[in-house]
Nanobody, 120 residues
């Protein structure tokens, strides 16, 4: 089995910062891509930032220049540094990993989600 464990959400005032972490563990052969999505109430889940399969980085336009994604490959962990937070960043943030299990099966996994609330 594979688990994604997220941490770092919380309540912050507008203009503040938070750092999210997501660690993948279990029967992992290789992590191909790993990143962050978010879902606000009444809205569809959307990409925030991700490392793609070829190692490049993609950001949603509204977070460019404010959010930074990074990773520690040795720990199968991805981070999201969120600066200059705005009330519209309020959402549940989900980690997603596309990986290959030790049985050499390629699968997408999602974390349980962590709430980020930005007050005005």
């Amino acid at each position: 089995q594979v688990q994604l464990v997220e941490s770092g959400g919380g309540l912050v005032q507008a203009g503040g910062s938070l750092r999210l972490s997501c660690a993948a563990s279990g029967n992992i052969f290789r992590v191909n891509a790993m990143g962050w999505y978010r879902q606000a109430p009444g809205k569809q889940r959307e990409l925030v930032a991700t490392f793609t399969n070829d190692g490049s980085i993609a950001y949603e336009d509204s977070v460019k220049g404010r959010f930074i994604i990074s990773r520690d490959n040795a720990k199968n962990t991805v981070y999201l540094q969120m600066n200059s937070l705005k009330p519209e960043d309020t959402a549940v943030y989900y980690c997603k990993a596309n990986l290959i299990t030790q049985r050499l099966v390629r699968v997408d996994y999602w974390g349980q989600g962590t709430q980020v609330t930005v007050s005005s």
